[in-house]
Nanobody
Framework: QVQLVESGGGLVQAGGSLRLSCAAS????????MGWFRRAPGKEREFVGG????????VGTDSVKDRFTMFQDNAKGTVYLQMNSLKPEDTAVYYC????????????????????WGQGTQVTVSS
């Protein structure tokens, strides 16, 4: 089992930045890969990106490719999502996810590939 706890969400003006954190605890092998999804009001859940402990990574939605960056601290078992140049359309609940196998960029965008989900953290971007 693994537990995922997100933090760092909040309210920010358009053009600002936020850094989300996700701390994993429990059986560390079950969090070999970690990543982020988000669900905006009135929209379906979408894949933001993922990373594993050997450096593989996957980028999801095109709308964040030039603005969001994921990185990790292996010693702390923590993954981060640095969000810059935020836009109102980035407003969403952001969910941390984990899986106990290497990241496969071809399928990581499918929700059912991931084993564990956090409770989510709200990000609100005002105009």
């Amino acid at each position: 089992q693994v537990q995922l706890v997100e933090s760092g969400g909040g309210l920010v003006q358009a053009g600002g930045s936020l850094r989300l954190s996700c701390a994993a605890s429990g059986r560390t092998f079950a969090s070999y890969s970690m990543g982020w999804f988000r669900r905006a009001p009135g929209k379906e859940r979408e894949f933001v990106g993922g990373i594993d402990w050997y450096g593989a990574n996957a980028v999801g939605t095109d709308s964040v490719k030039d603005r969001f960056t994921m990185f990790q601290d292996n010693a702390k078992g923590t993954v981060y999502l640095q969000m810059n140049s935020l836009k109102p359309e980035d407003t969403a609940v952001y969910y941390c996810v984990a899986a106990g196998r290497p990241l496969d960029p071809r399928v990581a965008g499918s929700s059912n590939w991931w084993d564990y989900w956090g409770q989510g953290t709200q990000v609100t971007v005002s105009s």
